[in-house]
């Protein structure tokens, strides 16, 4: 009774250590979400940190015209319709300060639109 008590107990102890484990990782896998607006001749934020490994989704929401948003080092390149928005997942693989910049012709200020990501260890 006592050696069958005790592997229940295990059992039990097994189980919730798993359901921790899964729970952890999901939370951890969930990317964090943050919107963007693009509107001439700007991204608002015009900046954001981001931590190296930790998935993100970048809500691209263009306000007046067609833009884009081209991070060449990072593998981002996503364009966005007047008015619409583009969900952009990526999981930042290294850390440094990186440049975005409009990929889609919108005035005489676009070579001036940049989002700048500072991703951290």
């Known amino acids: 009774m006592k050696l069958k008590f005790a592997y ?3 059992l ?3 189980m ?3 359901q921790l484990f899964v729970f952890a990782t999901s939370a951890q896998r969930t990317p964090r979400r943050i919107e963007v607006a693009a509107r001439r001749f700007e991204y608002t934020p015009s900046e ?13 929401k263009s ?5 884009g948003l081209r991070l060449k080092e990072l593998g981002v390149d996503a364009k966005v319709n007047k008015g ?12 440094g300060t990186f440049v975005g910049h409009c990929s ?8 001036k639109m940049t989002l700048t990501l500072h991703i951290v260890e």
Request: with cysteine.
């Open 104 to 111: 889609v012709f919108c005035g005489s200020g676009h070579g």
């Open 63 to 67: 306000v007046d015209v067609d833009h």
């Open 48 to 60: 954001i940190t981001l931590k190296k490994g930790e998935p993100v989704v970048l809500v691209l």
């Open 8 to 10: 229940l107990t295990v």
């Open 84 to 95: 619409q928005t583009s969900d952009i997942p990526f999981t930042p693989t290294m850390a």
């Open 16 to 18: 919730a250590i798993t």
């Open 12 to 14: 039990a102890a097994i």
